[in-house]
């Protein structure tokens, strides 16, 4: 992020915006939930350890077989009826488009929906529950319910870019819960207003990992293209993929995963903006023999992640020297030149694991440690969550940035 030179110039994060899911569950009601559900006593202990207090879903996990028939034809109630953010108070942009009712309610669509394709995707589901639902299902649902997200955190994030949509020369669009080209993508061109030339960019199936990938991509975009103003859109909703299976893992996956929606307008600059993100380089790495650490797949049912036993160990031999090695060979910088660590908060195992492997302190990844607790892991855009939790804290003490450059680094972890 921020760093004293670049011969490249500098990728500036100028908006970043998160939205949460309709439904808030605590840790509790999601325990009884998947004790009702006939998961035993011995599994359920996992929620004792996850230090999550609540997290957001846009289906709750004991939903009924009414509450999943959705019609598609009827636009997506979510954004008229959150009350999680007040419309925004902005006369117009410099551009002269005026957003200034977003997110009170959504435009309506410029193109109107086809009925006749929605009806051969089966979005009533007669009779089942959440755990019935067969893969293509939970694909239609996924596709419903991630549309006013994604409207919602790419307007708000232009807006505090102060960036009008059809300058938007690049789409960068991320997710591992859903897939149906390109209906995901068309509300960004549909309902936000991003320019029909704008060039679309789909990243899928990166796990965890799909916010820092985004980043990285978008971060080479702006500086091959530097007249080009990158969106990128992270997305993911594990909850339309929720099954009830008497294991450990599936436990371990009710008890941590959740749902949200990240936006981040990037644009090229020659220089350090005072008081924004700067990325000044990126860098992954394939680690050899951890391929049991995070498994992503598909089968009839639901998108599956496995997650090994191994991965924090993985994490703790791996992490600091390769850290190290890039701050040294490509920044000349060590870790202790570093204020800011944006961790991907996995979970506790892997939030201690990377503290471990940096020897830092737990405060140092307070962000973090803030997200898990609030919003659980919502798979890729959770780093982005973190990142936010940065930008509000040093825009509230504007003073500790003054006449000084401070560096950070933003983690994330996918398989491979």
Request: glycine residues 4%; negative net charge.
């Given at each position: 992020m921020n760093k004293t030179n670049s011969n490249r110039g500098f990728c500036i994060i100028t908006g970043l915006a998160t939205c949460k899911a309709e439904h808030t569950l605590t840790q509790?009601?999601?325990?009884?939930?998947?004790?009702?559900?006939?998961?035993?006593?011995?599994?359920?202990?996992?929620?004792?350890?996850?230090?999550?207090?609540?997290?957001?879903l846009v289906i709750p996990p004991d939903s009924t077989p009414e509450e999943l028939k959705v019609n598609p034809s009827i636009p997506n109630p979510y954004v008229e009826k959150n009350n999680y953010a007040s419309p925004l108070q902005v006369e117009k942009?410099?551009?002269?488009?005026?957003?200034?009712?977003?997110?009170?309610?959504?435009?309506?669509?410029?193109?109107?929906?086809?009925?006749?394709?929605?009806?051969?995707?089966?979005?009533?589901?007669t009779g089942k529950t959440i755990d019935q639902l067969q893969l293509d299902e939970r694909f239609n649902l996924f596709e419903h319910y991630s549309k006013a997200l994604i409207i919602d955190a790419s307007k708000r994030a232009l807006i505090k870019a102060n960036v009008n949509p059809q300058d938007i020369g690049e789409?960068?669009?991320?997710?591992?819960?859903?897939?149906?080209?390109?209906?995901?993508?068309?509300?960004?061109?549909?309902?936000?207003?991003?320019?029909?030339?704008?060039?679309l960019n789909n990243l899928m199936g990166m796990g965890c990992g799909g916010g820092i990938s985004g980043l990285r991509l978008g971060y080479e975009h702006c500086l091959a293209?530097?007249?080009?103003?990158?969106?990128?859109?992270?997305?993911?909703?594990?909850?339309?993929?929720?099954?009830?299976?008497?294991?450990?893992?599936?436990?371990?996956?009710?008890?941590?995963?959740?749902?949200?929606?990240?936006?981040?307008?990037?644009?090229?600059?020659?220089?350090?903006?005072?008081?924004?993100?700067?990325?000044?380089?990126?860098?992954?790495?394939?680690?050899?023999?951890?391929?049991?650490?995070?498994?992503?797949?598909?089968?009839?049912?639901?998108?599956?992640?496995?997650?090994?036993?191994n991965l924090p160990n993985y994490i703790k031999q791996g992490l600091g020297k390769y850290v190290t090695d890039f701050l040294k060979n490509k920044h000349n910088m060590t870790d202790s030149e570093i204020s800011h660590w944006s961790i991907h908060p996995g979970g506790t195992k892997i939030l201690?694991?990377?503290?471990?492997?940096?020897?830092?302190?737990?405060?140092?990844?307070?962000?973090?440690?803030?997200?898990?607790?609030?919003y659980g892991n919502m798979l890729a855009p959770s780093v982005l969550y973190v990142m936010e939790k940065l930008m509000e804290r040093l825009e509230q003490s504007p003073t500790s940035l003054e006449n000084q450059t401070q560096h950070g680094v933003a983690i994330s972890f996918s398989p491979g």
């Open positions: 509790s009601e999601a325990a009884l939930i998947c004790k009702e559900k006939i998961i035993s006593e011995s599994n359920l202990e996992v929620y004792n350890n996850t230090r999550i207090k609540t997290r957001n942009l410099d551009s002269g488009l005026d957003l200034t009712t977003f997110p009170a309610s959504p435009p309506e669509s410029k193109t109107p929906l086809n009925e006749k394709s929605f009806e051969s995707q089966s979005y009533g589901y789409v960068v669009f991320v997710t591992n819960t859903g897939f149906h080209a390109p209906h995901l993508q068309q509300p960004l061109f549909e309902e936000v207003g991003i320019s029909e030339d704008a060039v293209n530097p007249e080009r103003i990158v969106l990128l859109v992270v997305v993911d909703i594990s909850s339309v993929h929720t099954t009830y299976r008497d294991t450990k893992l599936d436990v371990i996956l009710h008890a941590i995963f959740s749902d949200g929606c990240a936006a981040a307008v990037m644009k090229y600059s020659k220089t350090e903006i005072p008081g924004k993100l700067c990325i000044d380089g990126q860098f992954s790495k394939f680690v050899p023999n951890t391929k049991d650490g995070i498994d992503v797949t598909f089968d009839a049912e639901s998108v599956k992640c496995t997650l090994s036993k201690e694991a990377v503290q471990a492997a940096m020897n830092l302190a737990e405060d140092d990844l307070q962000d973090s440690w803030n997200v898990l607790n609030e």
